[in-house]
Each structure stands twice: as C-alpha cells, then as structure tokens.
C-alpha cells in the first residue's frame, strides 16, 4: 500500500485523481491540497465523493514530504516546478500532470510558455508517461511527465502510421474538439455556460501550447521534420476529447490494411480499442474511463489519411493516465483501478 | 458466486445493469438477452463496455432457467408478467425492475396499464425493494418489484417526515424532473436530440403510472389517504431525476429542525446523504452512482415543507437498486458492487 | 420615431432589448450603455448583432437626458434607484426592467433586498407592466416597472383562475424551472458549464426575492390571503422559463372546463396561446418571442389544478415585455416591433 | 407581391423557410405541403409559428401549380427530380434546396447519390445558388440549385484565397462540425438525445455527399485539381455548423495580409463578416440569421493557411440561403426578409 499525496486536488484533474485513488487497492490517499478550498472536505467541494471527509490542505512542502511515498501534481505549469525539485529531494516519487516537465528542450518551454524553466536539470530523467508509446521508460522512474490531453489522443492516433513508415511526409494536421471541463474550473468568461451551450468555435488557432509537445512527440515516434498544423475547438459538453488526425497517404494505401495495421499495433493493449474500418469513435464511448477508441479512414481520391481518437480528457487525458503510469513505476499491475466498467451513457 | 441473467439487457437499465453485474465481485454475468440485438455482442452496442464479449441472445426462458441462479428483467410492463412465473418455477431468484409486481392491488394495475394482471397470485409474495425504507422484507425474497424511478426518489423525500408525524394532511404535490434517458432507448419524436434540447416540459400530467406507485408507498409509510399530484418534467439531460415534494406544513416546523429529523432517519443508510439545512441537491451529485441526495426547507409564510431529492434515474432508480436488492436478497453486503467512486463531473 | 437609450445594454437582457429596438420600425436606438463594455461596439460585444456599430457609453445621466424620449433600464436593482428620479425629472419615460419598482411597499422591498428603498414616493407612480392583466394603467405611464420573469410566468399562469374564483385558497405551489441566462452575464461558480451541464437542481428555496412579488400579484388578481411556496430550479439550457403551478381546485372542476375558461380569457390577447386540453407547453415553442404558452389539467384524484406557463425569460420575461409596455405606453401598435416569427427549433 | 409554395414544408429546412417566408414583406405564403403531416397546421406542427394557420397539403403537382409564382423545394435527394421538371413546365420559378440539381455532371450524382439522374438536361440551365460567389448568374433563373450547408461554409472560406492565387495546390483538408439538425427531423437512433449529447464524432469520413459538390465549387473558383478531403463531425447542439479548412500555404504568407484580403474580399457583402485577425468564429454568432463569420490564421510553422467559417446550417446553410437567392432571382432587394436583428444567445 502506497501512500499518495494529491497536489491541487480540488481542480477537476485532481478531483478525478483523487476519484481514481480513492477506488484503487494499491494506493491510499493521505493528503489532498488545494489553495483555494483549504479546510473544506472533499465531499463539500464534490458532492459526488459523498462520505469522503479528506480535508484539503494549504500545499505545504514539508507535511506533505513527511507522509507520503507518491505526488501527483495536478497543478498549473510552474507550480509543478515550484514542487517538483523539494518532493524528488525528499524521495517521493512525482507524477507531474501539468506541463512543466513535458517539452525536453528548456528554450522550447520558455518560448510557448512564457516563462524560463527554473529546474533544466531534471528535464533529462522526466519520463514522458503515455505507457502505450513509451512504456519500457516508466518502471522506477522518480519524475513522470503525463502528456498533455491532446498530445494522448493525437499521439495514439499517429504512432502505428509512424512507426510502420506509411506516414513520412511532415506536415500534419490535428483537427481537435475538447469539452469544457478542458479549460478547467475557474469561472470566466468563457466557461460561463451561456457562452459555450449551442456553440462550437475554434480557439488558441496556432497557438496553443501543445502544438511544440505534439511536434517533440510525433518527432519520437519517427517522423522527420514534424509540420503540425493543430487547431483546438470547444464543443458544448462537460467531457470528452476527439482528434481528428490528417497525413498524406502514399498511393495504394486502403482502409482496410491500415485497420490491420492499427489493430496489430495496439492489441495487447489493454486501454486502447481499434474500431473496425468504416466505424469512427464517438467521445461517449470513453466518459469516465481510461480507454482510448481509434478509427482509421484512407481517402484514397485525396490520398488522405484520416484517424481519429476519442478519449476522455480527464481521464486517458490526464488522471487516468497518471494512475496508469504509478502503476507501471511502482510495479502494480498496469490496469489496476482502472479497469472498472463505466457508465454506458 | 452467483450466476446472473440480465433479460432485456441491451435498454438503458439492462445495459447499466451490464456494468453493475461486470463489475461485482459476487456475481457473474453469464447470460445477456435482447430480442432487438440479438447476436451481437455487448462491446458493439455498448461501446463504453468495450471489451466485453457476451452476445445478446433471444430471451428463451428454458436456456436461461437452466444457467442462472437470478434473472434481473429489465423490460417493459407486461414482458415481466409473461417471464417471471417460468423463472420462478425453476427456483430462479427474480430482481423486476418492471411495473408488473410494484402494485398490490391488480385492479389498479389494469387500470392504469391497461392490461389485466396475468399472474395476480404472485403479488401477494413480491418484494417492494426499497431497502432503506423496507429492508427487512428483502432477505431471502424470491420475487423483488423494485420501484419507479419517480417513486424512489418522492418516497425517500417523503418517508421521514411521514414516519415522525410531521405530515398527516393527505395532498402532496410531486414536482419532477428527468433527463431523458428515462424515456428509454428507442429513437421516436419525443427523444429526437432537437426536440428535447433547450427545452423543459411537462409530460403525462395527471397521467404517469407511477402515480398509483407513489400513493401506494406514501399509504404504506403511514399517510392517511394519500391525494397525489405527480407531475413529471422533461429536462435536457441524458441522465439524473429530481423530486420536489411539497407538504403541507404544521405552524412550528422549521428547517433545522426537519433537517436533524431527516439526517437522523438516514444516518446508518449507506446510499443517502441529508445536505445541510439550506442547501438543495443537483442531480450532478450522483450522476454514475446508486445514492441519493436529499435538501429540506420550511416555507414558514406558506406552511410548506419542500423537500428535493435527487439520484440517477438509471442507477438508484433503476439498475443500481436492483443490484442492491439483490444483495440482500442474497446475503451479500449491501453495498458490495456498488461503492465504488463514480467520475465527479 | 421615438429616441432610446438601453441603460445597463451589454447584459443578456439589455442586449436582447438591443436586438427588438433595432428591429422596432418606431424606435430609434440612440444610446447603449455599460460601464463595463464601455468603447465597445454592440457588434464586438455580441457578435450576432454584426453590423452594429453603437459604442457603449458609460451611463451618464446628462447625456442619456439630452438625447433621447424614453430609457429602459437593465440595471441590477437599487442601480434602477440611482437612475429613474432624475430621468424622470428630465422627462423621459423610464421603462425599468429591474425589481425597483415592483413591489409596492417598500418595506417588503427592504426586507427583500436587504437595502432601504431610496424613492418610495415614486412608487405609486410606478406601474406594473404586465399588459395581460393591467393593461388600462399603461397608455401614458411615466414609470414601467416590469415584472420579474418567474412573476410573469406565474401570474399568467393564474389569472383566469383566480379571476373566475375558481380558486379561493390561498395556498399555491409555484414550481419553476430557468435556463441559465436568468443567472446573468456574470462568470461565478454557479454559471460554469460544467457546474450547470447534466444537472437540475432547486435553488434559493423559500429564499427568491421574486416571491413577495408572486404574493402581490396574486392578491392584486383577487386572491385573498396568497400563501406562496416559490422554488425555482436551474435548468441546463440558455433561455427558457416554465413555472408550473398547483392550485387546490374545488371539487366538480374539470380539465375541458378549465381548458374553456383560460382560452376564453386569452382569446383577445396577441402574445398568449393556451393549449388544448392535454397538451402542455415546452419553453422552446417559445424562444426568441414574447410568446407565453399555457396549458392546464386538473387532477380530480388529489383536487389539483396544474397549469403551466411557457415563456423566454429574456423575451416575455423581460426585454419584450418592456418593448410591449413600451408601445402601450406610446399608443404603438401593441405588437410593434414583437410580431415577426422566430427561429422554429 | 409573389405568391409561394414550399414543398416539404414540414422539414426542419422547410418549417424555417416558413418562417422567413411568413416574416418577408415581398412573398405571400399560399401553399405549404408534407406527405406526413397534412391536414395539420403550421402552428400544430410548430408551436413555435403560433397563430399561422396554413394547413400542410399533399404535395401535389397540379394545384401548386396553379396557384404560385415561385416554389421552394425542402425535399430529399430524388424528390426534386421527381418536381421540378412539372414546376418549370408550369412557368415556376424553383428554388431547390436538394442535391438534385447541384452537381453538374450527373454521372458524378449516379456515383454519389446511388442513382441515375432522371433530368440531365436540366442541369445546364441550374444555376448554382451562393450568391456571394456566383451572384451575377442569378437574376431572373428559372432553377436555382442552393449549396449544401457543408459547401456553403466551405466555399466561402476558401474563396478569397483561391480567387487571389494564394493557395494553388489541390488539396484541401475540410474538417466540419455540424449541430444535429442537418440530420433532419426523422427520430431515428443517431438522432436519440442520449446517443448525441455529450459526445463528438466524426460521420460518414470519406463517404459524405457533399464531398463532390465541394470539389465542383473549388473548381469552379480556380483550383486546379482539387484534393478533398472531407470530413463532417457531430456536435451536440441543435444548429450550426463550423468548417474549419486547411490549405498549404506558400512561404511568407502572414495573417494579417490574409485577413486584409479576405475582409477586402467582403467588405461590399451584407451577409459575411471577416473577423479581425487572432479572432476566430463561434457558431453562436450566426445562430438564426443568414450570415457568415469567417476568421482566418496562418501556421508559418506548418505552412498552413487555416480558415473557419461559422453558418447557422438551417439559415445561410439552406432556407435563408434560398430566400436570398429568391430575392435575386425575383429582382428584390438582396436582404429583404433576411435583415431583422436575431435572438442573441
């Protein structure tokens, strides 16, 4: 039984983290911070964890150092690189959600962020956690950096083409669609229900900061010189990502190998689904659990290859995904409190 | 480990109940029915249940007699009456998530259904499974009749103040709300997308068939001569059901006192939460899960007590109290398969 | 051509009365203002209204006077306050859409809102502007106190009842439900998506400030004695307010009886339709219009009279109803500006 | 004053051209037909249209022709065939919102359609109905062939940067986004509220209708061999539709220079807005009215021109599309009916 910490719980990654520990047989929730709701239980905050009675804390380094085997930040970038050198120090193992340790190149943060990255040294030894890619890094690392939600669904969507050379030429073009507990818990705005009900907008277009996180990825994966075009929209519901991924097709590329392709690629994997040709993922499909669904389309008039994946961001798009990845470093079977049946609707 | 059937099993509740039975530690799933899917398998309907490899099969009473030790039904009015006998016969626990065996009195139910009652000897023996006000009926049952959903969520409303006095005069005003799950599955004007968003409406005002179910209970709870109003809403929403319940309130009542009555009455009950005086469920409480949630206010100028509660229409008013049924049926803790954290969004 | 200036136009109910003045063939629109979108355009702020050059000016009181013959006021209230004596003073027909005026005692407004009434001279002044039910006190009126939207729905709701002393208790359920622009523009906890999404929950029970007003009009109509019992509910969906309201009906009532009564009642009147016997109103038959849809059923069971009333709570519910009292107000055509048809779905 | 029918009236398509027709000064409605509804009215079948008591007919051939100037098809695919040729024999003028006529080559309509095309011969005098792009080939057509919601969306974004050489390669990515009207009004599985809220899918990739009829518009701009590569998306929410379109951009194309061209482009049109450079459209903007939004962004990175257009897909995407061609054809000025201020949320 690990003992686990929960940095910045009350935002809604880390509600669903804590949701996802508080159900697992290998861990054991200890602390849950949370500036801004310190001194509530986590019952008040999220009536749906009734019985809960967790009390928030304020974030404070030592107590948390003093109780616990593992963190997960749930953080906003450059709080993860406030916490992330002290917990490492004191032997805990960290399990980073946000973005601060994800972009191996320093200067490469600093200019999509905005920022200087304040601990360089440790870039080096954070493992990128998406386990179905990069799975062989995960077990005994100290530092895990989860993906970002849209680089999850577009690198799964990318990697079988990569990794088989069907797909070489460069530019790519990543069609997402988020719903709006995407853009996290406080109210501006553009979260107020009014602005996003009956409505569908692009949004940060060439701008958002998990185009360069994208492009380092497909990088990995094998791609030679990445062009990523990459356009988020928000869409009217709480839950759910889907991206749309366009690459050039060689000539003779068809559906059907290509589904052959992908279903080899991925079947042992235990949280990711290849549809059948013709057949293309709808986000409900995944609400609530870990999975990934891909389906696979060659337009053969355009020579386009069109994928697509659906996942639940707050799931196999953050929390999930950070519980797969503690799994997989501490030696817990990987699907361990993860492979519960979910709400069909 | 109980062996299970789940006849009608591709619906709504039948494909919750899929979920439940999946991920309960003491039962096993071996039989799945449905004459509308028939052949396929459980992960193609039901993509959120991916991976799961049982077919759908006719609902053919002697193979299903001969696999299982209990049959939830999760079918319309009248299918219940025409398996249960059979069932029964065949020393098979039965768990009715139907109307067919909630209304003691057959007259009633022909009345309001329109049919006559085809099996009335059996009414006399079927459990109203309703644990947190009837428990001690369940250990043991052969045949459980669980609950409308309208009716669960209005007699936990209703039961504290009518066990302790508090209401005696007879009308009460049933004010409730649904998504649209509740409707059930199949694609008729009503349910179409357009016709349901940004919409509420009343339905069956002065006609919904749960209202015989609900005076039934509250006469059963104590009320003299129940007068019941039930009007139901449609809400734009796929899951979740509120009741509002108005009584006519004696001078004197107030809400913190109520409250304490009513958090008193429920403090042992696992799947109930009485929130603090002034503050009301949301239905976003307990998407996913089997509890319900319950606010209480005196309207002191009106001499009105309102009380809301809110649960899952799928799950503690249909599939979830099913599951729950029969683990007491059963002599399994109650809470077994049930307990689990649900996604907080 | 009469001149208009919108006071408080870049909220959701000051916008939309931007939209009906622009569209009004005998109102000039020639000053909105907003102290918090000052220098914006109305197209920048609400970009349906492309095309719309008019700047938000900050909202002083000198230049609003010098310019124009009639100002609506979409002011929270007490702003209502600080503004109307000095319009007033300068001539201007002051319609207000806020709760300043409203109710006719101010100390029921103090207790209410928690804040002394400043102008309670003016009060007798003020006329109650729901044309149904109190047109003859229009035509000339200085001051237009618009009713709040839940008193509009309701008291359309009760009028020919209470008129035809079909109801004489005192005692009535109002139970309503609003979608989300009713909370306003304002980015708070409660308005986020996801706070709102998959949800239905009652709120300020026993507590809404709209209930004297509900009280005053019901007595206003005859009725003696009104004990009110008010419990509005939030709804996920942008416009839209149902109020569904139970009166004990005497003994003999019937639904076609009541049918015939309501449409008699409203057969003159342009904006209000009463359905069918059986037939209830949904709040998208209405949106986008000044429409109210009434349907009616009696529950001879529990001697209940139901009647619902569908409107928009921005249209009826506040900004066409100022238009409709407007016009009244200036011998206009009652339908001016409100009568072309809206968007079916 | 013109007199018109509108066959397959019923339709979502038909029931808003029934609302623009109702609201138009110039046209008089005399005729509205639908095989499943006749005998009904308007106001029966749309509450939303109260008071309009047009009672829907049999669409039959001999007594429209008697009676009407002008008549707009609402019909599926193969309906229209089946219509126009008798209309126009009749001295009709038709306004066709199928796909009957669009396509040019009926050879590519056999492919696509799955059916021969019955009247060939028509197609050459089908005049192609986007009046911003091919507007001078409209006055006094006989046939007006309107663009699918798709097309018209998509069309309209890439014109300004094919007509002015920016973008010569042939292919184009077209992801769309589509609210659940354009899947009309049929209640059929894919149109369940619970199978479309809270989720987003891709449909029919690689196989929508609209693909050639992109193509066809494309090409007739100036591409030389257009690569498509389309595909539409559902998003839960009742109207609307977003085409986000991907073109390769040539190096040392900027934003800013694209919007000045695209806003230089439309700057004389009533109907389109170019948003300011960084901004992009939100479905919302267009809800109910005929117009376009469109915003544009430059990926230096990827080399990618990216360009959105916003439609309502009911109004510019098909009924007001066809009245704004009516008002050409009939040589009324172009936004008659078309200009009144929409609901802003």
Request: proline share 6%; with cysteine.
């Given at each position: 039984m690990k003992r686990v910490a929960i940095i910045g719980a009350a935002g809604y990654a880390g509600a669903e983290l804590t949701r996802l520990v508080l159900g697992h047989?290998?861990?054991?929730?200890v602390t849950v911070t949370s500036a801004a709701e310190a001194g509530k239980t986590v019952a008040d905050v999220y009536p749906a964890l009734a019985g809960c009675t967790l009390v928030y804390a304020e974030p404070a380094l030592a107590s948390i150092a003093a109780n616990v085997d593992i963190a997960f930040l749930a953080v906003p970038h450059t709080a993860a690189l406030a916490l992330a050198p002290g917990l490492l120090d004191a032997g805990i193992t960290v399990i980073d959600?946000?973005?601060?340790?994800?972009?191996?190149d320093a200067s490469i943060y600093a200019a999509w962020y905005g920022v200087e990255h304040s601990a360089p040294d440790l870039l080096a030894d954070a493992i990128y956690g998406l386990p179905e890619l990069w799975?062989?890094?995960?077990?005994?690392?100290?530092?895990v950096a989860c993906p970002g939600c849209y680089p999850t669904a577009t690198l799964l969507a990318a990697a079988p083409a990569i990794e088989a050379g069907v797909v070489t030429s460069g530019r790519v073009i990543v069609d997402a669609k988020s719903g709006?507990?995407?853009?996290?818990?406080s109210a501006v705005p553009g979260t107020h229900y009014v602005a996003v009900n009956e409505s569908v907008a692009a949004y940060k277009v060439v701008a958002h900061r998990h185009t360069p996180e994208i492009a380092q990825g497909l990088a990995d994966l094998g791609l030679s010189d990445p062009r990523v075009a990459f356009t988020p929209h928000l869409v009217p519901m709480t839950r759910g990502l889907l991206s749309t991924v366009y690459f050039e097709a060689g000539a003779g590329t068809d559906t059907d190998a290509i589904y052959s392709m992908y279903a080899e690629r991925y079947k042992d994997e235990p949280f990711v689904t290849v549809h059948p040709s013709g057949r293309m993922p709808a986000t409900a499909e995944v609400r609530g659990s870990n999975r990934a669904h891909i389906g696979v389309a060659v337009d053969a008039a355009s020579r386009t290859l069109v994928v697509a994946c659906a996942i639940d961001n707050l799931v196999k798009g953050t929390s999930g995904q950070a519980v797969q990845c503690a799994n997989i470093v501490l030696g817990i079977p990987e699907t361990t409190g993860l492979d519960l049946p979910v709400p069909v609707l």
């Amino acid at each position: 039984m690990k003992r686990v910490a929960i940095i910045g719980a009350a935002g809604y990654a880390g509600a669903e983290l804590t949701r996802l520990v508080l159900g697992h047989p290998d861990l054991e929730l200890v602390t849950v911070t949370s500036a801004a709701e310190a001194g509530k239980t986590v019952a008040d905050v999220y009536p749906a964890l009734a019985g809960c009675t967790l009390v928030y804390a304020e974030p404070a380094l030592a107590s948390i150092a003093a109780n616990v085997d593992i963190a997960f930040l749930a953080v906003p970038h450059t709080a993860a690189l406030a916490l992330a050198p002290g917990l490492l120090d004191a032997g805990i193992t960290v399990i980073d959600a946000s973005a601060d340790f994800r972009l191996r190149d320093a200067s490469i943060y600093a200019a999509w962020y905005g920022v200087e990255h304040s601990a360089p040294d440790l870039l080096a030894d954070a493992i990128y956690g998406l386990p179905e890619l990069w799975r062989d890094a995960l077990p005994g690392a100290r530092l895990v950096a989860c993906p970002g939600c849209y680089p999850t669904a577009t690198l799964l969507a990318a990697a079988p083409a990569i990794e088989a050379g069907v797909v070489t030429s460069g530019r790519v073009i990543v069609d997402a669609k988020s719903g709006v507990s995407g853009a996290g818990r406080s109210a501006v705005p553009g979260t107020h229900y009014v602005a996003v009900n009956e409505s569908v907008a692009a949004y940060k277009v060439v701008a958002h900061r998990h185009t360069p996180e994208i492009a380092q990825g497909l990088a990995d994966l094998g791609l030679s010189d990445p062009r990523v075009a990459f356009t988020p929209h928000l869409v009217p519901m709480t839950r759910g990502l889907l991206s749309t991924v366009y690459f050039e097709a060689g000539a003779g590329t068809d559906t059907d190998a290509i589904y052959s392709m992908y279903a080899e690629r991925y079947k042992d994997e235990p949280f990711v689904t290849v549809h059948p040709s013709g057949r293309m993922p709808a986000t409900a499909e995944v609400r609530g659990s870990n999975r990934a669904h891909i389906g696979v389309a060659v337009d053969a008039a355009s020579r386009t290859l069109v994928v697509a994946c659906a996942i639940d961001n707050l799931v196999k798009g953050t929390s999930g995904q950070a519980v797969q990845c503690a799994n997989i470093v501490l030696g817990i079977p990987e699907t361990t409190g993860l492979d519960l049946p979910v709400p069909v609707l």
